[in-house]
């Protein structure tokens, strides 16, 4: 893999689908592995195998119909749990286990009930069994945003040895800072012998609202994979947006870094995700939510019909939507009507803008957005052709 190429790792039909009240069918998950294929992610986490009958029965069939991505199957460091991911993987061309355990103080005395060396044990072997069945083996630090980077360098050592291909670095809780997540994927970079053998992966939930940020400090620190979900769904308040942090490297190319992902259908994978899991997509999501590419407000308005760039960064088409759309509101200036009124069939002349304008702003009082038919009402009712 070419040192600047991000690897894009989704995790929507597995920590996505931990949201409550968002659970699919089989069917409907290898509707969107489908999509996410085409879209160009390279690692698909398609389940926890041994949650559920469902699970491994999806994790399986999409092991059969996915071409390209690798399809990853995740586990608990428990040697029955590895068996049964390996078994729902056995179709997959290219099939990853990915196990792991929690490594943070508060994991490991109050969730395990354990120390550290034990702890280091565990991870190690969980390792050895899964590399006996597939070479692809990832491994997660649980809470690994919480945990002390030299004991945390000491766990990573201990699974590259065994065989780790990946190492997962998650902020399971979306503690960290950007900093404080760049400077510990920086201190593995330097300080963990035979890092070199394996990927640094980046895992970010956004209780904070951090979670994109950090995965872009991630990578620009050495991590080469980012783990994501489409419109940054996911357990509490969410994980890691692919879209943003997609764009984010597309848009800033001083960074060096790219993707495999076609770009094109992100609005409408975004939409498959909302319409199958019934969740809402916030309007003012990046990149994707409905107002991405609006404009109410007659300054910007006037600036965009001038030219796009002046107040869009990112061209609608890049994405999948077909055009940013100038919206009518109390807020909107003379250029937006002119542009609107043209569009659905008017030219108007200054002096009859002027009018219709003085119309227009009565009208929009009374909405909250002046649709193409209140056009045509209140040109009418102007009288300016009369």
Do not use: W
């Not at 920590?15 to 390279?42: M, W, Y």
């Not at 990573?156 to 040895?161: G, L, N």
């Not at 003379?334 to 069939?345: D, E, I, M, T």
């Amino acid at each position: 893999m070419s040192n600047t190429q991000i690897q894009i790792f989704d995790t929507t039909l597995r920590d996505g689908e931990q949201v409550p009240g968002c659970k699919l069918n089989t069917p409907q998950k290898i509707i969107i592995s489908k999509q996410l294929d085409l879209l160009g992610v390279d690692v698909i986490e398609a389940g926890f195998p041994v949650s559920s009958p469902g699970d491994f029965k999806s994790v399986e069939e999409i092991s059969k119909i996915v071409q390209n991505a690798t399809v990853c199957g995740l586990t608990r460091s428990v040697e029955n749990d590895i068996k049964v991911a390996a078994e729902a993987l056995k179709y997959a061309k290219k099939p990853r286990i990915h196990t792991g355990i929690g490594t943070s103080d508060s994991h490991i005395i109050h969730k395990f009930k354990s120390n550290k060396d034990a702890i280091i044990e565990r991870a190690a072997r969980a390792v050895s069994y899964a590399k006996s069945f597939v070479e692809d083996v990832e491994f997660y630090a649980e809470d690994a945003g919480r945990t002390d980077n030299e004991y945390l360098a000491r766990v990573c050592e201990a699974v590259i040895k065994s065989g780790a291909t990946v190492l997962n670095i998650p902020d399971t809780t979306g503690y960290c800072l950007p900093h404080e997540y760049g400077a510990k994927i920086k201190y593995l970079k330097e300080n963990v012998k035979g890092i070199d053998k394996a990927i640094i992966s980046c895992h970010c939930h956004n209780d904070l609202g951090l979670a994109t940020a950090n995965s872009i400090e991630g990578i620009i620190n050495g991590a080469r994979q980012i783990e994501c979900t489409i419109n940054g769904i996911g357990e509490r308040a969410g994980n890691t947006a692919l879209e943003e942090v997609v764009m984010i490297m597309k848009q800033h190319p001083y960074l060096n870094l790219d993707t495999n992902i076609n770009t094109e259908m992100l609005y409408g994978i975004s939409q498959l995700v909302s319409e199958s899991m019934g969740i809402y997509t916030q309007p003012n999501k990046a990149i994707v939510g409905a107002n991405a590419f609006a404009h109410s407000s007659g300054i910007h308005q006037d600036g965009v019909i001038k030219n796009r760039e002046t107040y869009e960064i990112i061209d609608p088409k890049d994405v999948g939507v077909t055009e940013s759309a100038i919206v009518l509101t109390a807020r909107s200036g003379r250029a937006a009507l002119a542009y609107r009124a043209k569009n659905v069939g008017y030219e108007l002349t200054k002096l009859e803008l002027d009018t219709v304008y003085a119309e227009f702003l009565n009208f929009a009082d009374t909405k909250k957005e002046v649709i193409d038919s209140d056009i045509h009402e209140i040109i009418e009712t102007s009288k300016i052709y009369k």
